[in-house]
């Protein structure tokens, strides 16, 4: 299974992304789902995560402003950004809520004026 992610880039402050993740290669649909983000020198940090009954939770400093969501025929994950603050910048990936697959290479989301 390939996790690949997509949709970074550069946005202000107060700016919106929408990052996209597909598992590929999998035969079967992937139950749980969740985006993390790693900043250098940090650990790899939880952000969303969406299981097989759409549930969803966030760490708290995303409240309000991200929304995860998913495309289970496509095996595809998606993070709705809004109202970005430069302390979202990091480099983002997905992967199971246990964080059973081999890592991508993520997408880099950096939040500047």
């Known amino acids: 299974v390939q996790l690949q992610a997509s949709g970074g880039g550069l946005q202000q402050p107060g700016g919106s992304l929408r990052l996209s993740c597909t598992a590929s290669?999998?035969?079967?649909?992937?139950?749980?789902m969740a985006w993390y983000r790693q900043t250098p020198g940090n650990q790899r940090e939880l952000v969303a995560l969406i299981d097989d009954y759409r549930t969803t939770e966030y760490v708290d400093s995303v409240k309000g402003r991200f929304t995860i969501a998913r495309d289970n025929a496509k095996n595809t994950v998606y993070l709705q950004m809004n109202s970005l603050k430069p302390e979202d910048t990091a480099v983002y990936f997905c992967?199971?809520?246990?964080?059973?697959?081999?890592w991508g290479q993520g997408t880099l989301v950096t939040v500047s004026s």
């Open positions: 992967n199971t809520m246990t964080r059973a697959l081999p």
């Open positions: 290669g999998s035969p079967y649909r992937i139950r749980s």
